[in-house]
């Protein structure tokens, strides 16, 4: 036996030996399977393209930002086996997002042995820039020029033969999610990719990255083939790389890149627009010969712009549109308006009747007052929420910025600030915040005329009034009442500022810039969102401003002027209210409705248009009201689910008149209608209907409308328009009632 | 058609404005200058100019009300500005 040798240690290399340790990378390197990045702009069918390729199953969508880490596939050809490393999209390798920074540390640590390119055919000067960052590096870089059928469709036809010349690399030009081309791509990949032709910059710049690569070829520590990737971002300053290299001990580095760029700087130099200028002129020269005679196909929103904007066929289509929208409301709405008019609202009163019963005064204030008051107004509230829904369908496809477009030409042509079209466009709505949206204007007398000619833009509250009685007394050309409606006001508005701006204001209009985004189908969600945000806007009125209003109404309605009648028990023909509309009337006598019924509705139509109609289901309805008898719930469901039902039958049936031909003729059909609009047909003729409808459409805006025009403008501006509305009003409506009861039976 | 970013840059002084503005004004498209904003986003030229925020406030804006920019949704138009960095790069040129 002997005794054991002791085990004596094999000699390690030191661990700081640089060179032992890149000798070991190398060897590792040179044993294992090749790898190759694919890298390009975000949504360029990179994914789609590996899958393709490789036959896998990587997740893949039609958006930007799918994949958000890197993913690899191995995948063989013959004998030799290929990682293919799928990295997220990235635009250019200054990273300023998670999937960017994702995508330049893979390529400074994967040590790749080749780059696959991806590219959008019909994108791509914009997906060259991030080409030219790769030819940087030291890498074989094989380009894929993806979705050429797109490109194509659009009219861009690029030629790879150019395209691989110019950038020194070869070209495949596929169709990933056809797999079309893709076979090509992996001998392409394999065989062919080379390093390319890397940007020339400027004589300044390539001396500072020479001096910086010089730095780095002393280190061991930063892979060779990004060197000059390194250097030049360096001189870009690249905030993260920097932070890199400073936590990885290069400071020396980092000083010697300050150096220089403080050397460039001295010279006038900003190095990160100077390489970044360098680039995108390369890239667009790359383009301007790859794509020689792009025929610039027009794109869908350019066809459909052609029309919307067509000097002479712009207009018409804007009003045609606009008429469809009235035609579409009234179609789908008016079943649902005479039904929360008709039978919901007798299905009200009688269960009121069989509540409220013993206390015969707040009975009388809720059935004869509240329910055909208030519930008038919000049974118009179907009406607003399709008209709401198609006018969010023309905002969010993109046609109202068009419609904008249209109007801001005709502003200026009035002499009118082309800013202008803002706030009336806004008067649609509601007068009021229009009114406060001439602020935007610059010149005082810009914002007092636009705001003078505002109250004649027809706002919401005014819709009511042209929908009962077009139901009353047009129910065949409803839709066109209430257009003619909108285009006088906008008319008349026009008009007058045509005159005043002849006679006080000089023109001094100024054009502005507007966006137009493309056409594109908006989301329900959204559309619904929006009109269901404006349309609660106007039930939260109905139960003020209007019920206030309405109360009011019953208590002057309720207060006697003649003797023999108590307080509530007095015909409203002798009430104070009554009493006061009378001795009004005669003014409105040659316009046609020179009754107190008619004159007394348009009072409190000061405090909100729509109680206009509040007013008149007061005064019209008071007799039925007393009338009505108690109903017990059960009945008054049925009642209510039979003719809800009946409802959306007819609404549906009523869905192909939206492009039926239009009769001005009075009704002479059995119709249903509800009980207001029956009442109005008997107590208007369509002469004097369609003057009474002139006269709420011009005559003063509600109180909240001049409240805000003297808060911005004055109590005189605010008196003043007062009053010319009245005026033109008044003439406006006599001069329709003496036309149309020459013309209307 | 690529353009010199000093040309991106002076049209964004003074004026904030989105990349539609820009690219008409400029004759380019919003595609092609996508990227160059991006470049100079990244390079501290340009910023988001976020509403709510100087002259781009939506407090003073009567429209504020009525205007679906305002509060709850995403801004569709995203208004670009210089930055310091920007303004001062061009003031030495």
Redesign the interface.
């Known amino acids: 036996m002997t005794a054991p040798q002791p085990v004596q240690p094999l000699p390690m290399p030191p661990l700081n030996d640089t060179a032992a340790c890149a000798a070991t990378v190398e060897r590792l390197r040179r044993n294992r399977e090749p790898r190759a990045l694919v890298v390009g702009n975000p949504n360029v069918g990179k994914t789609t393209l590996v899958n393709a390729v490789a036959g896998t199953n990587l997740k893949v969508g039609n958006w930007s930002g799918v994949t958000v880490e890197k993913r690899e596939a191995r995948l063989k050809r013959g004998e030799q086996t290929l990682h293919l490393i799928d990295l997220p999209g990235a635009y250019s390798l200054s990273p300023h997002t998670p999937e960017e920074l994702i995508s330049r540390t893979a390529l400074l640590d994967e040590a790749a042995d080749a780059l696959l390119n991806v590219l959008d055919a019909g994108n791509l000067e914009r997906n060259l820039y991030l080409t030219l960052q790769l030819l940087d590096f030291q890498i074989p870089l094989a380009l894929v020029l993806n979705l050429v059928d797109e490109a194509e469709q659009k009219g861009v036809v690029v030629n790879t033969a150019v395209l691989s010349a110019e950038l020194g690399v070869p070209v495949v030009a596929t169709v990933g999610s056809k797999s079309q081309g893709t076979n090509a791509v992996l001998p392409t990949l394999l065989d062919q990719a080379q390093i390319g032709r890397r940007v020339e910059y400027s004589a300044a710049i390539e001396y500072a990255a020479g001096v910086l690569v010089a730095h780095m070829n002393k280190l061991s520590t930063l892979p060779p083939q990004a060197h000059r990737y390194l250097a030049l971002s360096l001189l870009e300053s690249d905030p993260s790389l920097r932070g890199r290299l400073a936590a990885t001990g290069h400071a020396a580095l980092l000083e010697a890149a300050d150096t220089e760029r403080d050397r460039l700087e001295a010279q006038g130099i900003d190095p990160l627009i100077d390489i970044a200028e360098a680039r995108y002129a390369r890239a667009s020269a790359i383009a301007q010969l790859a794509i020689p005679d792009a025929e610039s196909r027009l794109t869908l929103t350019e066809k459909l712009d052609r029309l919307a904007l067509h000097p002479l066929l712009g207009i018409p289509i804007f009003l045609a549109l606009v008429l469809l929208v009235f035609r579409l409301t009234f179609s789908v709405a008016s079943p649902f308006v005479d039904l929360i008019a008709g039978p919901l609202q007798e299905v009200a009163s009688g269960w009121a009747v069989g509540l409220l019963g013993s206390v015969p005064l707040l009975k009388d204030i809720v059935v004869g007052a509240i329910i055909p008051g208030v519930g008038t107004v919000l049974s118009f509230l179907p009406t607003l929420l399709v008209l709401y829904l198609a006018m969010s369908f023309l905002e969010d496809s993109g046609y109202m910025a068009r419609a904008a477009f249209l109007a801001d030409r005709l502003m200026r042509g009035l002499g009118l600030d082309g800013r202008a079209f803002i706030p009336l466009i806004l008067g649609f709505g509601c007068n009021v915040p229009a009114v406060y949206a001439t602020r935007t204007l610059e010149r005082r007398s810009d914002r007092v005329l636009v705001s003078m000619i505002l109250p004649f833009m027809s706002c919401s509250a005014r819709l009511p009034v042209y929908v009962i009685f077009s139901a009353a007394l047009f129910p065949h050309a409803g839709a066109w009442v209430v257009w003619s409606m909108y285009m006088l006001g906008m008319v008349v508005a026009f008009v007058f500022a045509w005159a005043l701006r002849r006679t006080s204001l000089p023109p001094e209009g100024s054009g502005v810039l507007l966006e137009l985004p493309p056409y594109r189908f908006p989301a329900w969600a959204v559309m619904w969102k929006h009109a269901f945000r404006r349309t609660a806007s106007f039930a939260k009125r109905a139960r003020t401003t209007v019920l206030a209003t309405v109360a009011v109404v019953w208590v002057l309605l309720a207060i006697p002027m003649s003797s023999g009648y108590t307080f509530n028990q007095v015909p409203p023909a002798q009430s104070l209210f009554g009493r006061v509309s009378e001795a009004i009337s005669p003014v409105f006598a040659p316009l046609g409705f020179g009754d107190w019924q008619a004159t007394g509705a348009l009072i409190p139509g000061f405090v909100a248009k729509e109680v206009v109609v509040g007013t008149l289901g007061q005064i019209y309805l008071q007799e039925q009201a007393a009338q009505v008898t108690s109903l017990g719930l059960i009945q008054g469901v049925q009642q209510a689910a039979s003719a809800t039902w009946e409802a959306v039958k007819t609404s549906v049936a009523a869905l192909p008149t939206v492009v039926a031909l239009p009769s001005l003729s009075a009704d002479t059909t059995a119709v249903q209608k509800s009980p207001l609009a029956t009442a109005l047909s008997q107590a208007f003729t369509p002469a004097s209907a369609l003057s009474y409808l002139v006269f709420v459409l011009l005559y003063t805006p509600c109180v909240a409308t001049i409240g805000a025009i003297q808060a911005e403008h004055g109590r005189r501006v605010a008196w003043v328009t007062v009053a010319y509305e009245l005026g033109i009003a008044w003439v406006a409506a006599f001069m329709v009632y003496q036309v149309a009861r020459l013309l209307l039976p | 058609?690529?353009?010199?970013?000093?040309t991106i840059l002076y049209s964004l002084s003074g004026t904030p404005r989105?990349l539609?503005?820009l690219a008409?004004?400029l004759a380019s498209s919003p595609?092609?200058l996508?990227?160059?904003l991006?470049?100079?986003?990244?390079?501290g030229?340009v910023q988001q100019a976020e509403q709510g925020q100087g002259a781009c406030a939506c407090n003073g804006c009567?429209?504020k009300?009525?205007c679906?920019n305002f509060g709850e949704e995403t801004p569709?138009?995203h208004l670009l500005r210089l930055t310091t960095k920007g303004e001062r790069?061009l003031s030495?040129?």
């Not at chain 2, 058609?1 to 000093?6: A, H, V």
């Open positions: 058609m690529s353009l010199p970013l000093k989105t539609d503005e008409r004004e595609q092609a996508e990227g160059m991006q470049t100079l986003y990244a390079g030229y009567s429209l009300s009525m679906r569709p138009f790069y030495a040129r």
